[in-house]
């Protein structure tokens, strides 16, 4: 497949291309990447199919890093014994809409009955098209604590949690999630509650190096995100309530964080998908101490990626949920550069495949979406996608 006569957007250093043209092989890898008439040329040779870009903006494929594709709303509803098959059905709609809305990777952290890894089953196999899928499985949980009713996989002491993260990992996890603090999620709770020992940390910490892999964790204030960071978590979400002494900790450490800035500003589309009114109450009334800190990190220089904690294609706003996070990033001060970069190469950087994919290069992925207008202009440009490819082959177009 030859793209051609294309912007091609160089996120990582925030400009366009001198080159216009890709060519991508039957692997759907990215196998050439020049002038349109060099690749042109070529292409008498071969007759390959070629599609002209007429001058759009070509841009790697989204990254969404914080996906829930089995969460049931309200919270709940959700069905601990629900039958897999039902749980595969709602996963797959919700893995179809993203896709099509140009995310074409997701970094999953919880899904019901391990539906993740089952779904990236069913794409090497043929059966299933979605985006590339990194998935942690069942989350793991302290009995009471923020997990407690959504089906994770519950633990206690060390032990209890370095042998539910070793299952996790069995089934083929590609990183661990955990809960460290209380959430919004249920009338009562409170991100400002810690809830896991160093013991219990350090068992899962332990499971994932063992696997070479990292661990993810849900994360709602201060104390309990510099336990973290110093028992070895990579990866933090949320950061509800951060003051500046975590925030150069986090820098210092190199760590990476998912804002989630849509959990605390998007009353409109919780109460239309029934969020009960507790949930909604306790999402406003730290919402503007979720963007203070976000705000903080910006200024820590922590690395951002982009994750919405709701089925990342679902629409908020009129937009999908991954683009609306990415608006409210650059919104709370993110530069454009980084704000593009959240959602692609350093995204890729997070689940460890920044040498396949979040750029247009030579051996990467052939991952990449076409846009009417720049988005180094303005991040709200990913508004107009006019066509979606993932692996070499045409997901959506409307050229």
């Keep these: 497949m030859l793209l051609v006569n294309a912007k091609i957007v160089d996120v990582l250093n925030g400009e366009i291309s001198k080159f216009d043209a890709i060519r991508t092989n039957d692997q759907g ?20 199919p070629t599609i002209d870009l007429d001058g759009r903006y070509l841009f790697p494929g989204l990254i969404s890093c914080h996906t829930h594709l089995s969460v049931v709303f309200p919270f709940s509803l959700t069905d601990p014994n629900e039958d897999p098959a039902i749980t595969a059905f709602r996963a797959a709609e919700r893995a179809h809409d993203a896709l099509h809305a140009g995310i074409t990777t997701i970094r999953c952290v919880h899904e019901q009955n391990q539906v993740d890894l089952a779904l990236r ?16 499985g069942r989350a793991l949980s302290t009995p009471e604590g923020h997990g407690k009713g959504s089906a994770c996989s519950y633990a206690k002491d060390f032990d209890g949690f370095y042998q539910a ?62 336990q973290a960071l110093r028992l ?36 409109s589309w919780m109460r239309e998908k029934g969020f009960e009114e507790s949930s909604i109450q306790n999402c406003l ?17 922590i ?48 689940i460890r ?26 991040p709200q440009n990913l508004r107009n996608i006019d066509l979606v490819m993932q692996n070499g082959q045409i997901v959506e177009s409307r050229l």
Excluded at 238 to 259: I, L, R
Aim: negative net charge; contains cysteine.
């Design 29 to 48: 890898e990215i196998v050439d990447v020049g002038a349109s008439t060099t690749l042109n040329r070529n292409l008498a040779k071969n007759q390959e």
């Design 121 to 136: 089953r069913a794409a090497v196999a043929g059966w299933f098209n979605g985006p590339r899928i990194f998935g942690a």
């Design 165 to 226: 993260a070793i299952n996790e990992l069995e089934a083929g996890a590609d990183h661990l999630k955990i809960f460290i603090t209380g959430g919004l999620a249920r009338a009562g709770e409170s991100p400002e509650d810690p809830e896991m020992t160093d013991d219990e940390i350090a068992g899962a910490v332990k499971a994932a190096q063992e696997h070479d892999t990292y661990v993810v964790a849900h994360a709602g204030e201060s104390t309990a995100i510099q």
């Design 232 to 267: 070895g978590v990579r990866s933090f979400e949320h950061g509800y309530v951060m003051d500046q002494q975590t925030v150069d900790a986090m820098a210092a450490k190199d760590v990476f964080y998912s804002p989630t800035l849509c959990v605390t500003r998007s009353e």
């Design 285 to 301: 009334a730290v919402s503007d101490r979720h963007l203070a800190s976000v705000k903080l990190a910006i200024k820590a220089g």
């Design 303 to 350: 690395k951002m990626t982009n994750g919405t904690d709701y089925p990342p294609g679902d629409l908020v706003d009129g937009v999908p949920a991954a683009l609306h996070e990415l608006f409210l990033m650059h919104e709370a001060g993110l530069s454009t550069v980084k704000t593009l970069q959240s959602i692609t190469s350093t995204a890729a950087s997070l």
């Design 353 to 378: 495949q920044e040498n396949k994919l979040g750029q247009i290069k030579t051996g990467f992925y052939g991952d990449v979406i076409a846009l009417r207008n720049n988005p180094l202009d303005d």
